[in-house]
Structures are given as C-alpha cells and as structure tokens.
T-cell receptor
Framework: GQQLNQSPQSMFIQEGEDVSMNCTSSSIFNTWLWYKQEPGEGPVLLIALYKAGELTSNGRLTAQFGITRKDSFLNISASIPSDVGIYFCAGLRPQGAQKLVFGQGTRLTINP | EAQVTQNPRYLITVTGKKLTVTCSQNMNHEYMSWYRQDPGLGLRQIYYSMNVEVTDKGDVPEGYKVSRKEKRNFPLILESPSPNQTSLYFC?????????????FGDGTRLSIL
C-alpha cells in the first residue's frame, strides 16, 4: 500500500534546539495530520491541516500543508524533554472513505 | 472520559489458534478502523467501518476479519494467526470518517504469534 516518505527517521538533539521534520508523497491528500506516539500508547493528534498552504500552530508546534497538497512539515521550537517520542505524519486520501496513510515516523531523542 | 479501549493489551499465542482483539469506543463515533504498526513501516490500515454492518478492506487485510454489529464495538479477528502477524495493533475511531474528523487511537495491542 501507499506510504508517505517521512524524514528524518531519527533525530538526536540538545534540549532547547528547534526541530524540523517533513513528509512528502507522490499523491495528493485532502488533509494532513501530525501525531505523536509515546511508549505504550497510541498516537495522539497534535495538529490537523485541512487546506493547501495552511499554517497552523499548537503551542511550540507549527505545521504547514504544502501548496501542492503533496507535502507537509512539522516544526517544534525550543524543545523540552517531554517532546521525546515518535512523530508521525498522516494523509487522508481524497477518495470518499477516510483512508489514512502514515509516514514511517521520526523518532526524537533529546539530551538534557 | 472519551476513549478508545482495546483488549487485551498484550497477547502471546501460537500459530493457528484463533484470537479476537476487541475495540470499543464511547464517543458514538460512526467510523472505526484497525491498523498494524511495524518498525520502519509506520501504521498500515487493515480494515475500516463507516457504520454498523458496513466494513471494507484497508491496505493489508489478508489474514484478518472484522465485524461491526454495534456502533461502539469493532473486533479484529485472526482466524488462523501466523508469525507474520506479530505486530502492534491499534484501533481508531472518528465521528463520521469525513476529511475534517481526525481519528482517535486506542493504546494498542501487542500480539506475538509463535
């Protein structure tokens, strides 16, 4: 099945640094979502993007829906230890039923 | 509290022994879905359901069955589990499956098939 190309696969940063990750696809999506997953838990929605070009913030998180509808990025500013986890992008395909396609995930590790 | 509940959270079993993973949501959501998560592959959709008695295949349906007899429950059935079905499974739900209704996930079920 189709997947999104998410990069980087992992990041090791110092506390306080900014983080940037992105997802690309060869197909168009109607909606882009960014989830965070912590150990032993399911993905939790961080940001949802519904329109091409849309830029949305949630606290220190900012995400954008690419103008071509084939990509999205997520930025985290001034990282803190609780930002550790795996971040997934997900796209909703424009074909009626809600079929979510996920990226492979970005594992974020923060050194205090 | 609004939630998606999966049971069991962990299961170790043997090849060929039928098993069922239950999923229940208390948000009156119409749409429910099952995913499996494997290292390096992210989450892949197994089956989804738009409403009671309406189910459809996702990207990786082989070896799985589902049923949707009631709105709140969406069990995942492995009639004859095999080792390649060892994975972390997530159930999710949303209001109506529309573009502006992001899915809410359960905490996962880790299955090991020996």
């Amino acid at each position: 099945g189709q997947q999104l190309n998410q990069s980087p696969q992992s990041m090791f940063i110092q506390e306080g640094e900014d983080v940037s990750m992105n997802c690309t696809s060869s197909s168009i999506f109607n909606t882009w979502l960014w989830y965070k997953q912590e150990p032993g838990e399911g993905p939790v929605l961080l940001i949802a993007l519904y329109k091409a070009g849309e830029l949305t913030s949630n606290g220190r998180l900012t995400a954008q829906f690419g103008i071509t509808r084939k990509d999205s990025f997520l930025n985290i500013s001034a990282s803190i230890p609780s930002d550790v986890g795996i971040y997934f992008c997900a796209g909703l395909r424009p074909q009626g039923a809600q079929k979510l396609v996920f990226g492979q995930g970005t594992r974020l590790t923060i050194n205090p | 509290e609004a939630q998606v509940t999966q049971n069991p959270r962990y299961l170790i079993t043997v090849t060929g022994k039928k098993l069922t993973v239950t999923c229940s949501q208390n948000m009156n959501h119409e749409y429910m879905s099952w995913y499996r998560q494997d290292p390096g592959l992210g989450l892949r959709q197994i089956y989804y359901s738009m409403n009671v008695e309406v189910t459809d295949k996702g990207d990786v349906p082989e070896g799985y069955k589902v049923s949707r007899k009631e709105k709140r429950n969406f069990p995942l059935i492995l009639e004859s589990p095999s080792p390649n079905q060892t994975s972390l499974y997530f159930c999710a739900s949303s209001w109506d499956g529309g573009d502006n209704q992001p899915q809410h996930f359960g905490d996962g079920t880790r299955l090991s098939i020996l």
